[in-house]
């Protein structure tokens, strides 16, 4: 199982900035790719931002050029710089662990995804 803790939402004024964080742990050996998404009310969830572990990332097109997604692979850690922010990025922002491995003595073996909790962004005057 792997646990995914999520830091750093709240409320900011539009063209400001917030810094989510997400922590995994567990008995995992390796998580492939991390990364957020966001879900507003009455909304599907949405990619914002990925990350492999080769460093190679993918980013919504309305947030290219404002979000940067970086990790700490050696602390299984992901973050989301969010710069310029505007009120319809307010949402949900979820920390996602996608293709986590895990390994035992009979090999390892793919233990699928995790989502964290969900932390409130809300970009409002």
């Known amino acids: 199982q792997v646990e995914l803790v999520e830091s750093g939402g709240g409320l900011v004024q539009p063209g400001g900035s917030l810094r989510l964080s997400c922590a995994a742990s567990?008995?995992?050996?390796?998580?492939?790719?991390m990364g957020w998404y966001r879900q507003a009310p009455g909304k599907p969830r949405d990619l914002v931002a990925a990350?492999?572990?080769?460093?190679?990332?993918d980013y919504l097109d309305s947030v290219k050029g404002r979000f940067t997604i970086s990790r700490d692979n050696a602390k299984n850690t992901v973050s989301l710089q969010m710069n310029s922010l505007r009120p319809e990025d307010t949402a949900v922002y979820y920390c996602?662990?996608?293709?986590?491995?895990?390994?035992?003595?009979?090999?390892?073996?793919?233990?699928?995804?995790?989502w964290g909790q969900g932390t409130q962004v809300t970009v409002s005057s």
């Open positions: 996602n662990a996608d293709q986590v491995l895990g390994c035992s003595a009979a090999g390892c073996y793919d233990m699928g995804d995790f």
């Open positions: 567990g008995n995992f050996f390796r998580i492939d790719t």
């Open positions: 990350v492999a572990s080769g460093g190679s990332t």
